[in-house]
């Protein structure tokens, strides 16, 4: 079927639909295959449950994240059909062997390996094995034609581009006030509870006599997770805590501290002033960052290469 819309760009904007008791069907048309809104719904099925919880008491906001989504969801079929008849025009048949084995792969991903159960499944959501056989390849060939457009651009992140993002980014790279902390924590049994403040006495006075903290620590604190000393900020700290923390130097200990639910010890191995974090410490969080944004730009740049060559209309 020729298409009687001129060549469009997804980015352009709406094409006036052909025919009019169609439009409420079919989402897009590009080169000879329909996209309908039913597989645009189904697509983003999975998101828009997400929304629907998350935003269920804001109507407004739910009903601009479903259009979004909806969007959102039909471009990517767009590109996938895209993606799908370059395959078909530039490069030789998938043979059916590899076919087979990409789909006995997601056989035992989804269903272990069970062929009956996975032919059931499919029958109850409406769907033929040669259908499902026929999205296993062509995700298979979306997926390697995406790998190979990312690795043909030849990607580098020079140390010139990490330095020079870092320089322009100092604000994502700050951090505030941190301390080096070990803590006992004793876990109250009820409100009224002298029992844990009176053991949380006792081994401060242990702590006075010379004790190790961090033995005492591994025998009595109740809260495995906040065992041994790492950077925090002392933002993350409840009011009390960071009070406490406020008034130690590195290497001294707190008395008790006492919350309606717990009783703590502190022992404050080290702090240092909000700063922001060296080139060192992010250099590889940066190289990914940029890494990722430039396989993007390679991928957006290809897409818009297959738009401008292709037949699609938009409804």
């Given at each position: 079927?020729?298409?009687?819309?001129?060549?469009?760009?997804?980015?352009?904007?709406?094409?006036?639909?052909?025919?009019?008791?169609?439009?409420?069907?079919?989402?897009?048309?590009?080169?000879?295959?329909?996209?309908?809104?039913?597989?645009?719904?189904?697509?983003?099925?999975?998101?828009?449950?997400?929304?629907?919880?998350?935003?269920?008491?804001?109507?407004?906001?739910?009903?601009?994240?479903?259009?979004?989504?909806?969007k959102d969801g039909l471009k990517t079929l767009i590109e996938n059909q895209l993606i799908l008849h370059e395959f078909d025009t530039k490069y030789n048949a998938l043979p059916d062997?590899?076919?087979?084995?990409?789909?006995?792969?997601?056989?035992?991903?989804?269903?272990?390996?069970?062929?009956?159960?996975?032919?059931?499944?499919?029958?109850?959501?409406?769907?033929?094995?040669?259908?499902?056989?026929?999205?296993?390849?062509?995700?298979?060939?979306?997926?390697?034609?995406?790998?190979?457009?990312?690795?043909?651009?030849?990607?580098?992140?020079?140390?010139?581009?990490?330095?020079?993002?870092?320089?322009?980014?100092?604000?994502?790279?700050?951090?505030?006030?941190?301390?080096?902390?070990?803590?006992?924590?004793?876990?109250?049994?009820?409100?009224?509870?002298?029992?844990?403040?009176?053991?949380?006495?006792?081994?401060?006075?242990?702590?006075k006599k010379g004790a190790s903290f961090a033995q005492l620590e591994s025998v009595y604190s109740q809260d495995k997770q906040q065992q041994g000393s790492d950077w925090i900020e002392?933002?993350?700290?409840?009011?009390?805590?960071?009070?406490?923390?406020?008034?130690?130097?590195?290497?001294?200990?707190?008395?008790?501290?006492?919350?309606?639910?717990?009783?703590?010890?502190?022992?404050?191995?080290?702090?240092?002033?909000?700063?922001?974090?060296?080139?060192?410490?992010?250099?590889?969080?940066?190289?990914?960052?940029?890494?990722?944004?430039?396989?993007?730009?390679?991928?957006?740049?290809?897409?818009?290469?297959?738009?401008?060559?292709?037949?699609?209309?938009?409804?």
């Amino acid at each position: 079927m020729k298409l009687l819309c001129a060549i469009a760009i997804l980015s352009a904007g709406f094409c006036v639909p052909l025919r009019a008791d169609l439009a409420d069907g079919i989402s897009a048309v590009v080169y000879n295959n329909v996209i309908t809104v039913q597989e645009v719904n189904d697509f983003t099925m999975p998101a828009v449950e997400v929304l629907r919880e998350e935003y269920q008491d804001q109507p407004d906001v739910l009903e601009q994240k479903l259009n979004d989504t909806f969007k959102d969801g039909l471009k990517t079929l767009i590109e996938n059909q895209l993606i799908l008849h370059e395959f078909d025009t530039k490069y030789n048949a998938l043979p059916d062997k590899i076919i087979d084995q990409v789909v006995d792969d997601r056989i035992k991903e989804r269903f272990d390996g069970d062929r009956i159960t996975c032919i059931k499944t499919l029958q109850a959501e409406g769907k033929t094995f040669e259908e499902f056989r026929q999205e296993v390849r062509d995700q298979y060939i979306i997926s390697a034609l995406r790998e190979k457009n990312i690795s043909d651009a030849k990607i580098i992140i020079s140390p010139y581009k990490v330095e020079n993002y870092y320089l322009l980014h100092q604000n994502d790279f700050k951090v505030g006030d941190q301390v080096k902390l070990r803590m006992i924590v004793l876990t109250k049994t009820g409100s009224d509870d002298p029992s844990t403040h009176n053991m949380a006495n006792e081994i401060l006075g242990e702590l006075k006599k010379g004790a190790s903290f961090a033995q005492l620590e591994s025998v009595y604190s109740q809260d495995k997770q906040q065992q041994g000393s790492d950077w925090i900020e002392t933002s993350v700290l409840r009011q009390e805590l960071a009070d406490a923390v406020s008034t130690l130097k590195p290497g001294q200990n707190s008395g008790v501290i006492e919350t309606p639910d717990n009783c703590y010890i502190l022992h404050l191995d080290d702090k240092r002033p909000a700063h922001v974090k060296p080139l060192a410490d992010v250099h590889l969080t940066i190289e990914a960052t940029l890494r990722t944004q430039a396989q993007q730009d390679a991928q957006q740049r290809w897409i818009e290469s297959l738009q401008k060559k292709a037949y699609f209309q938009i409804f």
